[in-house]
């Protein structure tokens, strides 16, 4: 084709061809044009590329020749011949850069080769396991740089760029062809490569120490061309004066760091790693390789990386683990036994062994190793960390690692090698937990541990029992110390001896023991508490009650025979006193106490069968006295009464409180008991209810001081119980009132009144009656008439009879004389005038009724005397017309009840009292009771005075 220099500008870089350059560039003979051209063009082709750099050599090789030549003659003798040839001065300039160019040129066609595994052919990928696939050359994978930027960039950043993609075959041939260049950067290149890269795939760019010179080893160098070319000489780059490539961001570093530098390098680049990525297996494997390279000093940080290492990908992990973020820093920031919790955070009591054994022991090896090169030994201090963890993780945990130790076992094999550091951390654990469930697993930490065969007169049990006194004291809660753990425990327990030791086992073994009993019948302890109860009887007495009621009331209730005589034989096994001297967990209670509290646990769950089956066969352990059986009755039967929420005896707990008194014999006071009870059920039926308004519940009743009050609240809320007096009556009775008079004639009393609040006048007399009737027997049984439960009770009835014998509604006018009778007959002599004035009164009312009926009669009998002409009445008539006095108020020896009746006799038929009419009748009337009473003063007893009212 014809050339023009427009026909190359015009040609395209995606145009060219080899053929096509050789075609536009070969015909022109201007060398520099053509060189020009040449270097001007950077393609992405390989072969077009070659081609332009190879023609460009070609069309510079004759100036390199010439200038060569007046070299020879020295520098000056160069210069001056480039001035004159200012073309050759070109060319040669040119011809270093199209060499540099080829260079790279080769370099990219490697590396094209050095591709990573992972990306050739990745579309085609999936057919690798195709059996009928043709089998093909793997196709080379598109380097992540183009070849012209690889030319025209400068090659610390095209390296800088390969490393970044993991190209690592790729960046060591670089550095192989190019090492002069590149050598100064290293770090740079090393710095570009991810993170999370595996130190092992780019290895062979890790600095090393050279053994012989104890720096860094140089890389080795295979550059493209062995000899360099004339341009790229020391005179002629002096010369030539070729522009470097252009700066980049990394400092240069052309010497050989020392072995120190080396190590801070790795230091630091370690430190990034694990800061950016967290991958600690990463960092490992580069602190492994430099250590492998005679990088000095790492050791620690391999150590740390190692033990690191074990937590992150060894240890057990939860998930979701907030503690997943791990640092050197922080993990340098640790002390031993934060690590060691954090390596068995997530252990189960299956793995915590083992994992003590493949993770912790060796981390606690490494911290001792650590100390004694620090020149501070401490060759307890992988013991204390480890008791410090077995202190505070929970039983189960704790079980496995004892299982571990057991004395059976090698010393070398065991994770706590020393016995009686074994017993110390076990019974610290054991009673520094509060657990109250794990009772199999106590047990197995119990088995574990080292018996020992402790001769008796080397064992002092007096200083031993004291100091767990001191133990039970220091256990208990204070305000400086709520809550005692294991780790306090073992403070307490380190100093004490092997016999002192050996004897608290002893007692480990009873407390376990009793521990279960107790957790069998649903009352478990923590362990602790049988060191506070040890001496506080109080205290033991009340979990035996527990024991005793709790277990009937479980949610498995017992209610076979052979239950309770189980639940009888632990709690008698829990106050004996074993082989060892030793005695369970009620140890400070007797036999009898606790068969008393046996007893009233099994009365209190209404098992009232059971009980009297253990009572009466004849192999039972249940004995107790005929008096304690029947105190345990009443007692636990007023309990249920107290605790019953209805008085109705046929259900319910009140049933309970009645059907527990027929376990024991019959007795008077049982009686007593019973009868209480019916007499609450019957007041239950009544309704009654108590100031708040709601029904009155049992142990109100129980409570109420007055109970003769609970009768008047039945009549004052029930309108038909005043006619029922017997069973009123009843009702006093067994309320506790029984052969109690007073209370009887109470009782009457509130009847009569409820019946004449009722108008009931009929039943109010009668009522009365019968109470007048139980106050004269009283008195005849009673010589001394001035005792006070005759008094008591006459003053009630004589208030009641004076009550209703004045009742205006009442118009029984005889019946009321009668009550009013009773009323002065039975009243105190204090009383004798309002008595008498209501007598009077009544009495008028009798004579007018009385004057009445004899004007009525008269004028009958005169209109019959008149028709038979007889006028005077008979004196039979007379006599038939005058009305004495009941002779029943004679019957009594007090003097002044006599006075009073005669006077009443007397003075309702003198003659006086009846005549007269108006207020001088009335005068005339009162006048005459004043003499009256005057004249039988004498009898009666008192003032005449008083009696007249003045």
């Excluded at 004490?496 to 107790?518: C, F, Q, Y």
Aim: charged fraction near 25%; proline fraction near 5%; hydrophobic fraction near 40%.
């Amino acid at each position: 084709m014809a050339w023009s220099a427009t026909t190359w500008i015009e040609l395209a870089d995606d145009d060219l061809t080899a053929d096509g350059v050789r075609d536009v560039l070969g015909p022109v003979k201007d060398d520099v044009w053509v060189a020009a051209a040449c270097a001007d063009r950077v393609t992405d082709d390989t072969t077009v590329q070659r081609v332009l750099l190879e023609l460009g050599l070609e069309r510079t090789a004759a100036a390199v020749t010439r200038a060569q030549a007046a070299a020879a003659d020295g520098k000056d003798a160069l210069l001056a011949y480039f001035r004159d040839l200012p073309a050759d001065f070109r060319l040669c300039s040119i011809r270093a850069l199209l060499l540099r160019r080829l260079d790279r040129l080769n370099t990219f066609v490697e590396l094209c080769k050095a591709a990573p595994a992972d990306t050739q052919n990745p579309e085609d990928a999936w057919e690798e396991d195709d059996p009928w696939a043709e089998s093909a050359e793997p196709r080379l994978a598109d380097p992540p740089i183009p070849l012209s930027t690889f030319l025209a960039d400068t090659l610390i950043r095209s390296t800088c760029l390969l490393a970044s993609h993991q190209w690592f075959a790729a960046v060591k041939l670089v550095f192989d062809r190019h090492t002069v260049e590149l050598w100064p950067y290293r770090f740079g290149v090393l710095e570009s490569i991810p993170e999370h890269a595996n130190p092992l795939s780019y290895r062979d760019l890790l600095p090393a120490v050279d053994a012989s010179t104890g720096t860094e080893r140089r890389f080795d160098s295979s550059p493209w061309r062995p000899e360099p070319d004339w341009t790229e000489s020391a005179d002629a780059l002096a010369v030539l004066e070729l522009s470097p490539e252009p700066d980049v961001d990394i400092a240069p570093r052309p010497d050989a760091a020392a072995a120190d530098q080396l190590a801070n390098w790795y230091k630091s680049h370690i430190d990034l790693i694990i800061s950016t990525t967290g991958m600690v297996d990463v960092a490992l494997a580069l602190v492994q390789h430099a250590a492998s390279q005679g990088v000095p000093g790492l050791d620690e940080v391999g150590e740390d990386l190692s033990l690191l290492s074990r937590l992150i990908y060894d240890a057990i992990q939860g998930e979701n683990d907030p503690d997943f973020d791990w640092t050197l820093e922080r993990w340098r920031a640790l002390e031993p036994l934060p690590v060691v919790k954090a390596y068995l955070q997530y252990s189960t009591p299956d793995t915590v062994a083992k994992d003590i054994w493949r993770l912790v022991m060796p981390y606690l090896f490494v911290v001792e190793s650590r100390a004694e090169r620090a020149g501070q030994p401490n060759p307890e201090l992988r013991t204390s960390v480890l008791y410090d963890y077995i202190l505070g993780i929970p039983l189960q945990m704790a079980a496995s690692i004892f299982e571990a130790s057991k004395p059976i076992l090698p010393k070398a094999q065991r994770i706590i090698q020393n016995d009686e550091d074994m017993a110390r951390l076990a019974l610290s654990c054991l009673y520094g937990s509060g657990s109250l469930a794990e009772w199999t697993v106590m047990s197995s930490i119990f088995e574990c541990l080292p018996a020992w065969d402790i001769n008796k007169d080397d064992n002092d049990e007096d200083a031993v029992d004291t100091t767990l006194v001191s133990l039970g004291s220091f256990v208990t809660p204070s305000t400086t110390r709520p809550h005692c753990n294991a780790s306090d425990l073992f403070i307490f327990f380190r100093p004490l001896p092997l016999t002192s030791l050996s004897r608290a086992l002893d007692i480990l073994d009873v407390h376990l023991e009793s521990g279960e009993i107790l957790s069998r019948w649903s009352v478990p302890a923590p362990l602790r508490w049988f060191l506070q109860s040890n001496s506080d009887v109080q205290e033991q007495r009340a979990w035996a009650n527990r024991m005793a009621r709790r277990a009937g009331g479980a949610e498995d209730k017992l209610v076979s025979l052979e239950d309770w005589e189980w639940l009888l034989e632990d709690m008698l096994k829990l106050t004996a006193q074993g082989e060892n001297g030793l005695r369970g967990a009620f140890g400070l209670l007797s036999q009898d106490e606790a068969l008393k509290i046996f007893l009233g646990g099994l009365l209190s769950t209404g098992n009232f069968g059971i009980a009297k089956a253990l009572l009466r066969s004849r192999n039972t352990k249940l004995s107790l006295s005929a008096q304690s059986i029947e105190d345990l009755c009443l007692t636990c039967s007023r309990e249920l009464y107290d605790n019953a929420s209805s008085g109705n005896y046929t259900f319910g707990e009140m049933k309970l409180a009645f059907e527990c008194l027929d376990v024991p014999p019959p007795s008077e006071r049982l009686k007593r008991e019973k009868e209480f009870i019916e007499a609450t059920s019957r007041l239950s039926s009544f309704n009654i209810t108590s100031s708040r308004g709601t029904p009155l519940t049992p142990i109100e009743i129980r409570l109420t001081k007055d109970r003769l009050s609970l009768v008047s609240r039945v009549l004052s809320s029930n309108n038909d119980a005043y006619k029922h007096t017997e069973v009123i009556l009843d009702l006093v009775r067994k309320l506790g009132f029984g052969g109690n008079v007073v209370a009887e004639v109470k009782t009457l009393a509130m009847l009569a009144d409820t019946a004449l609040q009722a108008e009931d006048f009929e039943r109010a007399y009668g009522t009365s009656q019968q109470m007048v009737d139980t106050v004269l027997n009283l008195r005849s049984a009673h010589p001394d008439i001035d005792s006070s439960t005759v008094q008591e009770a006459s003053e009630v009835c004589w208030v009641a009879c004076f009550q209703l014998g004045r009742q205006p509604e009442f118009d029984d006018i005889d019946k009321k004389l009668s009550l009013l009778g009773r009323a002065l007959e039975l009243c105190p002599p204090e009383q004798l005038h309002d008595v008498l004035a209501a007598w009077r009164r009544l009495e008028s009312e009798d004579i007018e009724a009385r004057n009445e009926r004899l004007a009525s009669n008269d004028t009958s009998k005169n209109v019959k005397r008149r028709k038979t002409g007889n006028i005077a009445p008979s004196l039979r008539e007379r006599l038939q017309e005058f009305h004495l006095p009941s002779p029943q108020l004679l019957n009594t020896p007090d003097a002044a009840a006599l006075a009073s009746r005669t006077f009443r006799s007397v003075a309702a038929n003198f003659p006086f009292s009846v005549s007269g009419s108006g207020r001088a009748a009335q005068e005339e009337e009162r006048g005459n009771s004043r003499l009256l009473s005057k004249g039988i003063g004498w009898l009666i007893g008192a003032d005449a005075d008083f009696v007249e009212g003045r």
